[in-house]
């Protein structure tokens, strides 16, 4: 099985690329295509929520160097920096229950507090594979957008057969 598509200046860095100089050049060509030259957005909604807005800053400075993150992804950050926060209220939400049932005298109190525990870990866990989404599909794995990147030029397809008879003969 291949491993993951590298960009083209890293091949070259690493001189290790099989490819020919057409073949880099076109692909070369592909990637720059991908790139965006605006910047980064922050949505409303992250801006309104504290630890969203320093998720999303944190990102946006790790990114102002890499040229394959660009503001096409703009929405999925937000929509990670979003998921990021509601993960991390829903864990500070679970473990302020942990301490209401350690206090709880009753059955039926520790009873609706398993099941709100229940609960909420159900959506923790949720939100912690739909952040692990995220990251593998949408911005914070830059390698699937190379792997988008066609490897190689498109050939020039030669008649076959009849046709190809055909086109030598009618040269002359």
């Known amino acids: 099985m291949p491993g993951a598509a590298k960009p083209t200046a890293l091949l070259r860095l690493e001189g290790k690329g099989h490819r020919t100089k057409a073949e880099m050049e076109y692909r070369e060509r592909g990637e720059k295509a991908l790139q965006v030259e605006r910047e980064l957005q922050e949505s409303p909604q992250v801006k309104a929520d504290k630890v969203a807005h320093a998720e999303f800053l944190r990102l946006k400075r ?10 096409l992804d703009q929405q999925a950050i937000n929509r990670y920096c979003l998921e990021l926060s509601n993960v ?56 699937a957008r190379i792997r988008a990147v066609p490897k190689t030029p498109p050939k020039e397809e030669k ?8 086109a030598k003969r009618a040269e002359g």
């Open 62 to 71: 790790l990114y102002s160097t890499i040229e394959i993150v660009s503001a």
């Open 159 to 166: 008649p076959a057969g009849i046709a190809a008879f055909m």
């Open 88 to 143: 991390a209220r829903l864990q500070d939400a679970l473990s302020q229950m942990s301490g209401d049932l350690a206090a709880a005298d009753d059955a039926e109190a520790r009873e609706r507090l398993y099941g709100q525990m229940n609960r909420t870990s159900a959506a923790i866990h949720k939100g912690v594979e739909l952040l692990l989404k995220y990251e593998d599909r949408l911005f914070l794995n830059p390698a």
